[in-house]
């Protein structure tokens, strides 16, 4: 089963459920970033919940940038996605590692660390883009991830993300982000916590080969809920070009352009999202300053 996400609502329309299978969009991270199996469960999750949240968002022209900054060895990780969800990132500490935590498992919350905040922003089009800011609250980034939106968009929610990484690579992923309406009784509220409760794990349900409809019936105990999109599908690729990056050589100024013309005669930049190497030569280089100097006059 490839990634995909779906959008769905519960109890007649009272609960929100979007739920995602990201797999395939994290191992292609893994590979890109060559990220320990830590890194790769701690920079999956939030791969994970940017994907969720860039689908909400209504034009391709949107886009969303989540930086996720603590006092962990991971460091500063950052993911920014358009509406597709086409998403791309990068992490401080790739190869980070440590002792597994007291259940046995890959600490997430040792390499993230308990300081620190989430910055999310949402470029949509207005003359400011929305900016929310949110303290971690114990660095599994599911939970800093509810408080968030509860602080930063004043919405109650329930969000869940896994990662199971084995010796060949990302077994599964996915999450899921869950939002009572307005008009949801206390009752349904209750009967999700419930369900969310009994479902267990959202990465075991995903290894089991769960779909994405039976998890979703799993998690909120509705057995008649509605399908209202299930075409999305995430996707982890960078939108970098040579082109981008000669804005970026520009950028630095004539006198440093000048500097390196004279002192290597060439230029290599390495994306940060991918890898990617791009090379300019001398003549390249001389190309990007002239331009410089017809612009400014």
């Given at each position: 089963?490839?990634?995909?996400?779906?959008?769905?609502?519960?109890?007649?329309?009272?609960?929100?459920?979007?739920?995602?299978?990201?797999?395939?969009?994290?191992?292609?991270?893994?590979?890109?970033?060559?990220?320990?199996?830590?890194?790769?469960?701690?920079?999956?999750?939030?791969?994970?919940?940017?994907?969720?949240?860039?689908?909400?968002?209504?034009?391709?022209?949107?886009?969303?940038?989540?930086?996720?900054?603590?006092?962990?060895?991971?460091?500063?990780?950052?993911?920014?996605?358009?509406?597709?969800?086409?998403?791309?990132?990068?992490?401080?500490?790739?190869?980070?590692?440590?002792?597994?935590?007291?259940?046995?498992?890959?600490?997430?919350?040792?390499?993230?660390?308990?300081?620190?905040?989430?910055?999310?922003?949402?470029?949509?089009?207005?003359?400011?883009?929305?900016?929310?800011?949110?303290?971690?609250?114990?660095?599994?980034?599911?939970?800093?991830?509810?408080?968030?939106?509860?602080?930063?968009?004043?919405?109650?929610?329930?969000?869940?993300?896994?990662?199971?990484?084995?010796?060949?690579?990302?077994?599964s992923a996915g999450g899921y982000l869950i939002n009572p309406m307005p008009d949801a009784t206390e009752q349904?509220?209750?009967?999700?916590?419930?369900?969310?409760?009994?479902?267990?794990?959202?990465?075991?349900?995903?290894?089991?080969?769960?779909?994405?409809?039976?998890?979703?019936?799993?998690?909120?105990?509705?057995?008649?809920?509605?399908?209202?999109?299930?075409?999305?599908?995430?996707?982890?690729?960078?939108?970098?070009?040579?082109?981008?990056?000669?804005?970026?050589?520009?950028?630095?100024?004539?006198?440093?352009?000048?500097?390196?013309?004279?002192?290597?005669?060439?230029?290599?930049?390495?994306?940060?999202?991918?890898?990617?190497?791009?090379?300019?030569?001398?003549?390249?280089?001389?190309?990007?300053?002239?331009?410089?100097?017809?612009?400014?006059?």
């Amino acid at each position: 089963m490839s990634d995909s996400m779906i959008r769905l609502l519960a109890y007649d329309g009272k609960i929100s459920i979007v739920c995602a299978k990201t797999t395939e969009l994290v191992e292609k991270a893994r590979r890109t970033h060559d990220l320990s199996p830590l890194a790769t469960a701690t920079f999956g999750r939030l791969l994970t919940i940017t994907s969720i949240m860039a689908q909400e968002m209504k034009k391709s022209s949107d886009k969303i940038t989540i930086q996720l900054k603590g006092n962990g060895k991971i460091g500063t990780m950052i993911a920014t996605a358009n509406n597709f969800p086409k998403v791309k990132g990068l992490v401080s500490n790739p190869h980070v590692d440590l002792p597994l935590n007291e259940f046995g498992k890959l600490d997430v919350g040792g390499a993230v660390g308990q300081e620190g905040y989430i910055n999310v922003i949402k470029d949509i089009g207005l003359k400011d883009p929305y900016i929310g800011i949110s303290p971690l609250t114990s660095g599994e980034i599911a939970d800093d991830f509810t408080n968030y939106f509860i602080n930063s968009e004043q919405r109650q929610s329930a969000v869940a993300l896994g990662v199971l990484v084995d010796k060949n690579g990302v077994r599964s992923a996915g999450g899921y982000l869950i939002n009572p309406m307005p008009d949801a009784t206390e009752q349904e509220i209750s009967k999700v916590e419930q369900s969310i409760f009994k479902a267990g794990a959202i990465s075991k349900m995903l290894d089991e080969n769960l779909s994405l409809l039976d998890i979703a019936k799993k998690v909120t105990g509705d057995e008649k809920i509605k399908v209202l999109e299930d075409n999305i599908i995430p996707i982890y690729e960078c939108d970098c070009s040579k082109e981008h990056m000669t804005e970026g050589i520009a950028s630095i100024g004539k006198e440093e352009l000048e500097d390196i013309i004279q002192t290597d005669g060439k230029a290599e930049i390495i994306c940060q999202f991918c890898n990617k190497k791009y090379k300019f030569s001398k003549e390249e280089l001389e190309n990007i300053k002239d331009n410089l100097i017809e612009d400014k006059k």
